[in-house]
């Protein structure tokens, strides 16, 4: 089994919008045999690109799972998995890296780093995603390899180490220089790329192919002493199966990150980049044990990538599919699974029978007969089954660290257009929130109105194309709103009383706490529990954390959440009789409502990174018009010929801006927005929207 596990690899494909992550997938499918046919992003014809949606739009929205076998020195089993660029739909990103063992990050060589690729790269890091950089498009005009290398470096604070230099760009691209072979690849334009030409380096390209494999020398010499030894006395003695060893290492320590190159869409340098993430990227079992913690002990407990191990899996995403279902994609971390068999959800507490188990190939299924540790699958049979759900044996119980997912930052109102379809829409936005954690759904109590919110305008598009298409639900939608929070900003000490006495047994409860912002501006509530000598008894003491918990889902200031909150609980009095949890938790909530006002709250509103490339003519009036919408300027400079603006604007400000934009540059520029932080509403606006309230 663990030889299996040896030559499996699991990895994603990330990077900003637009910079070839689905047609780099439809190359590999083609190479490595799932596809006969090369399926192409901008006809609506890629394979992991299946949605009605995606083909239109010639995006990314859900990300999907192929399986792939490509032979490198041994046959390897790669489970792909095709992420989103754009930042709507960041939570397919989120939950995809906490899974995968390693990634491939993408860059355009034209645009370089961009927003949504600082983004992704972050997303890696906090998972400790090892991760292989390809820069795509050589082909196009104003492509720089040596540009992207340097910006990986400077906004990325990475270490990358080009494995290869290009022969070429733009329309004279050809091929590269394989560094550590010292060999020209040059691909054939007559078969797809499926053959290339191994050559000697040429005599134009010998030195700068002799400085670049020095720098790799360089590089990787120290994470391997007998190849130090080497590098100092004598480099040319050192042997490819020892470079590719001692790079191998460093990528598993987050040391250095490879660099290759080519173009997807020109069918150069696919088949590099499967070898070296074969060689590089690390199989289940290069990674340390997953820690979870056993919910009846609290005790900390590691799995193993092994079938010998218990079975512990993490549900990480769910969809439905017409005609299986529902499917949840597990990722297997130990043990072995087999169809039929049940499991426990430590969510639930609930056993559930699996029925089937699939492997994915995009929208389409293969059936399995079982999976073992280490191994990606979709299971069918979940009557109750949430993203980030842990799956265990009964007697082995174990929760692994969820998957946190971003707050969404904007809402629409949706109504069915037909009365009668109100009961078929709230059931099938069940049904989509299921499949999207970042998607919410709320209730207003004063208008009855149902509210969508999601990460942007983009994402409830969709969300809404989707109800109309896949449900038959014809909606009305009203205009976006921004999903504000409030935050207070002093502490007040108070005392709160509860005593009602209504013929039988009435309820008291009596506290005594200073309410006010947290120190450290972490969300939620810190609650801190000073009582002492068993003034409140310790069974109450949960009531009124939870009664001040559930009050901050309405702020003081207009009915908005409350971001974060500190109550420190001094004191209080309870009576034998009378004193029950309700109590307490009834006498937080009527303290919340009489007190919070008197801690000066403010409201806080969504602040968006915006990155906006236009030709040099326009940049007085994008700058005139990020101005008129609150923005503030952070910087500005010119690449490739064009100028970057960078910015952050208001939420609330940016609604059409992308169609604003297009008119004022006749269509010239283009804008990247990624949601940055909250920040605090100017009082003269945050006055019109308490009374709007």
């Known amino acids: 089994m663990e030889i299996g596990l040896r030559y499996l690899r699991n990895i994603g494909i990330m990077a900003h919008i637009d910079a070839g992550k689905t047609t780099t997938t439809e190359r590999i499918l083609f190479y490595t045999g799932l596809s006969h046919k090369i399926g192409e992003t901008h006809e609506g014809e890629a394979t992991t690109d299946w949605m009605v949606q995606e083909k239109e ?20 089993t790669i489970n792909i998995i095709d992420t989103p660029g754009h930042v709507d739909f960041t939570v397919e990103v989120e939950r995809s890296l906490r899974v995968l063992d390693g990634a491939v990050a993408l860059f355009d060589a034209v645009a370089g780093v961009e927003p949504q690729s600082e983004t992704v790269w972050r997303q890696a890091d906090k998972y400790n995603v090892p991760r292989i950089c390809f820069v795509n498009k050589m082909d196009r005009v104003g ?7 340097q910006e990986i470096k400077d906004k990325l604070n990475a270490n990358p180490v080009p494995l290869q230099i290009p022969i070429g760009s733009e329309s004279d691209f050809k091929g590269v220089v394989d560094l550590i072979s010292n060999k020209m690849l040059i691909w054939d334009d007559e078969d797809f790329g499926m053959t ?21 020398l360089d590089s990787v010499a120290v994470y391997d002493d007998s190849l130090l030894e080497k590098f100092i006395s004598n480099s040319d003695d050192i042997t490819e199966e020892e470079i590719k060893n001692a790079i191998r290492k460093a990528v598993i320590d987050f040391k250095i990150t490879p660099v290759l190159c080519g173009s997807a869409f020109k069918n150069k340098g696919v088949q590099p980049l499967l070898n070296a993430v074969c060689a590089y990227l690390p199989s289940p079992l290069d990674l340390p044990p997953v820690k979870g913690i056993n919910p009846d002990s609290n005790a900390e407990v590691t799995r193993s990538a092994s079938e010998n191990e218990p079975f512990t899996a993490l549900a990480f995403k769910i969809a439905t599919d017409p005609y299986v279902g529902r499917l949840a994609f597990l990722r297997i971390y130990s043990g072995k699974l087999s169809g039929g068999s ?6 639930t507490g609930k056993k559930e029978r699996i029925s089937r188990l699939l492997r994915m190939y995009a929208n389409r299924q293969n059936p399995l007969d079982s999976v073992v540790a280490g191994d990606i699958c979709a299971a069918v049979g979940f009557k109750d089954i949430k993203t980030g759900d842990t799956l265990t044996l009964e007697g082995d119980k174990l929760i692994l660290e969820k998957i946190v997912f971003p707050e969404p930052v904007i809402g629409y109102s949706v109504e069915p257009k037909k009365q009668v379809d109100m009961d078929k829409m709230q059931a099938s936005i069940q049904k989509l929130t299921e499949e999207d954690p970042t998607l919410v759904v709320e209730t207003n109590h004063e ?36 999903a504000y929070k409030e935050k207070l900003t002093v502490d007040y000490k108070h005392r709160e009383v509860l005593k009602k006495q209504t013929g ?23 609650f801190i529990n000073h009582v002492v000598g068993g003034a409140i008894p310790k069974e109450f003491i949960p009531a009124v954390e939870n009664g001040f918990e559930a009050s901050m889902n309405s702020g003081p200031l207009a009915g908005f959440p409350l971001e974060s ?4 609980l001094l004191s209080g009095s309870f009576h034998p009789v009378d004193s029950d949890s309700m109590s307490f938790e009834m006498v937080a909530k009527e303290a919340f409502r009489n007190v919070a006002i008197k801690s000066n709250p403010v409201l806080l509103e969504p602040i968006m990174s915006v990155e906006v490339t236009t030709p040099e003519e326009f940049t007085g009036p994008v700058t005139g018009d990020i101005n008129r919408r609150r923005g503030i300027m952070k910087n500005m400079y010119s690449k490739n010929g064009s100028q970057i603006i960078e910015a952050e604007v208001p939420l609330a400000e940016l609604f059409g801006y992308v169609t604003d934009l297009r008119t004022i540059t006749s269509g010239r520029a283009n804008a990247s927005l990624t949601f940055s932080r909250y920040s605090e509403v100017p009082k003269s606006i945050s006055d019109k929207i308490v009374e709007k309230k």
């Open 196 to 216: 290339y030409k191994v050559l000697d380096v040429s005599s134009e390209l010998e030195a700068e192919a002799r400085e670049w494999r020095q720098k790799l």
């Open 143 to 149: 492509a720089n390899f040596y540009n992207v290398v």
């Open 504 to 526: 039988g047994r009435g309820k008291f409860a009596d506290i005594e706490f200073i309410i006010g912002p947290r120190s450290d501006d972490k969300p939620g509530l810190e």
């Open 57 to 76: 739009r010639g995006i990314t929205i859900t990300s999907a799972a192929v399986t792939a076998h490509w032979t490198y020195f041994a046959e390897y």
């Open 447 to 482: 208008t009855g109105q149902t509210i969508l919110k999601g990460m942007g305008e983009l994402h409830l598009d969709i969300i809404i194309d989707r109800l109309k298409r896949e449900f038959n639900l014809e909606i009305n939608q009203g205009a976006p709103q921004v």
């Open 565 to 568: 909150m500190k109550i420190d």
């Open 342 to 347: 049940y499991v426990y959800n430590n969510r």
